[in-house]
């Protein structure tokens, strides 16, 4: 989709999760193109301190404003990315995931109060469309009905004591989605444990095949979705934005370091982050300080000792390690941690080795960043990954069908795989696309020749960033999320275990030091 007006931005920016990169790139170059034209740098870091200062602020963040404070998508959009990565750079913050930063999530609360905000400024025709977004069905091809989702927004007067305006849905086309009901005070019900029925006040009606929902439950249904769709703009902004303009709004702003720096001077560490899974954070603390000890790898069988002395030395100022290593009482107690997690099902890299004196035992706790190796003879070996053994499943007809993001996905890793990546470029393409054939052929029944060579060469030729080929998605991609089975319960990560070309390693190495791309030409 050509992102060329205003409501297609905001479109794009209120279904970021469900639109690719090229479209979500168009959206914030629009915002960088205003501030080109405008104010510049000084203008931008302004800005972004002026949302912070208004996201870190629960009385704003959470107030409903009559009239838009924002206009233009691009600018939000932009705003919403740079203060959330910018926060993203603080060490304390720099291994945790944007979902667990509490800061990012207020940006992301404000971020949404901002769009909806001015979503609601848009005429009837156009919320209409939002709607028949929200309410439509999947495509099922064993029985066609309507792809449309609301068809009308109709006035009821009668219908309901609470609500006049209603989207008008055909039957036929209709979900479970389009039950709205109202109870403790917001929109979605429950079911009750003892008779297994729905709990709540029904608001839909249904009149000559049509069912009818309150537009109120479609703005509730458009707010509850922001959170996806704001991770999908700032996990892409992550990657596509030059890290370098990142660090300058770090630098500069006059909010967010200082309200980071705050918090951990009161010890409100709870307001920073959220915690997550505390046998991760202890992993991490272990294999982050053995990497800091020559000598020591903890992908071997070292005793408990070693790794308890590598922590003792070690800052433990990454997200989790404090309260990780504060839980560790002794050498005794860390060992007997590691066992636990050992005997999970959970860790496949975490493994024990037991003598007749557990003072000896010997622990191997994995890395952080490697995996098993995969000997690639042809495509068909990369679903030894377990996530690409999903997708399979997940991308057949009787599912969800073809899925271009993660075709998309899929063709560009394809593209940087080694045998592929010294080719020339041209030549380079027709081997990606003729064994993109070969793989799609055999893996999925909606194959179709001429789509796919279409698809995969206009994937190829248009994914570009700036003139920059797009690294391959990798573990921590939102868009492979639905296919994972979780870190922590594979041996394997895409970066560590396919045959991927140094060069794309510099690269990534290159970035970290602050040379992505840029979006802002």
């Known amino acids: 989709m050509q992102v060329d007006s205003y409501k297609k931005a905001w479109e794009v920016l209120a279904f970021a999760d469900e639109?690719?990169?090229?479209?979500?790139?168009?959206?914030?170059?629009?915002?960088?193109?205003?501030?080109?034209?405008?104010?510049?740098?000084?203008?931008?870091?302004?800005?972004?301190?002026?949302?912070?200062?208004?996201?870190?602020?629960?009385?704003i963040r959470t107030k409903r404003f009559d009239e838009p404070k924002l206009k233009v998508p691009g600018v939000l959009a932009v705003l919403s990315t740079l203060a959330s990565c910018a926060i993203r750079k603080h060490e304390y913050l720099e291994n945790a995931p944007p979902e667990k930063i509490q800061l990012i999530q207020h940006v992301q609360y404000m971020h949404t109060n901002l769009l909806m905000t001015m979503m609601g400024q848009f005429d009837p025709d156009w919320f209409l469309h939002i709607g028949d977004r929200l309410y439509e069905k999947e495509l099922d091809q064993a029985r066609p009905h309507p792809a449309c989702g609301a068809t009308a927004i109709v006035l009821h007067e009668d219908a309901d004591p609470e609500f006049d305006k209603f989207f008008e849905i055909p039957m036929v086309a209709a979900t479970e989605r389009c039950k709205a009901r109202f109870h403790g005070g917001s929109w979605g019900g429950r079911y009750g444990p003892e008779d297994n029925e729905a709990v709540g006040e029904t608001h839909y009606h249904i009149r000559?095949?049509?069912?009818?929902?309150?537009?109120e439950h479609a703005e509730a249904l458009l707010w509850e979705r922001q959170s996806n769709a704001f991770e999908a703009l700032i996990e892409f902004g992550w990657e596509a934005i030059d890290h370098d303009e990142i660090q300058t709004i770090f630098n500069e702003s006059k909010n967010i370091q200082p309200e980071i720096e705050d918090l951990l001077k009161h010890g409100d560490k709870d307001q920073l982050w959220t915690d997550w899974d505390p046998q991760e954070n202890l992993l991490r603390l272990v294999r982050n300080a053995a990497n800091q000890v020559d000598d020591l790898d903890p992908t071997e069988y070292n005793k408990a000792r070693v790794y308890y002395d590598a922590i003792e030395d070690y800052g433990a100022n990454g997200f989790g390690e404090s309260s990780a290593k504060e839980r560790i009482k002794s050498v005794r107690s860390l060992a007997n941690s590691l066992a636990t997690i050992a005997d999970s099902a959970d860790y496949k890299q975490v493994d024990v080795r037991r003598y007749d004196d557990r003072r000896n035992s010997e622990y191997a706790v994995g890395?952080?960043?490697?995996?098993?190796?995969?000997?690639?003879?042809?495509?068909?070996?990369i679903f030894e990954l377990p996530c690409f053994k999903n997708m399979v499943e997940a991308l057949k007809l009787e599912n969800s069908g073809p899925v271009r993001k993660d075709l998309y996905n899929f063709v560009r890793m394809v593209y940087w795989l080694e045998g592929y990546h010294n080719l020339p470029e041209q030549q380079r393409e027709d081997a990606v696309v003729d064994d993109i054939h070969d793989l799609f052929e055999s893996k999925w029944d909606w194959y179709d020749r001429e789509t796919t060579d279409y698809?995969?060469?206009?994937?190829l030729r248009n994914g570009d960033i700036n003139g920059n080929t797009p690294f391959p998605m990798h573990c921590d991609n939102p868009d492979m999320q639905s296919h994972c089975i979780g870190k922590?319960?594979?041996?394997?990560?895409?970066?560590?275990?396919?045959?991927?070309?140094?060069?794309?390693?510099?690269?990534?190495?290159?970035n970290e030091r602050g040379g992505q791309q840029r979006l802002s030409d």
């Open 488 to 510: 922590h319960a594979c041996p394997y990560s895409i970066y560590g275990s396919l045959p991927f070309p140094q060069e794309m390693y510099d690269q990534l190495e290159d």
């Open 208 to 215: 000559d095949n049509n069912i009818y929902v309150p537009i």
């Open 455 to 459: 698809q995969a060469r206009y994937e």
């Open 367 to 381: 890395s952080n960043g490697s995996g098993k190796q995969i000997t690639l003879d042809s495509l068909d070996d």
């Open 19 to 59: 639109h690719s990169n090229s479209e979500l790139k168009q959206v914030l170059d629009r915002g960088f193109k205003e501030y080109a034209e405008g104010g510049g740098e000084e203008d931008l870091i302004e800005d972004v301190d002026t949302i912070c200062e208004w996201a870190f602020n629960p009385t």
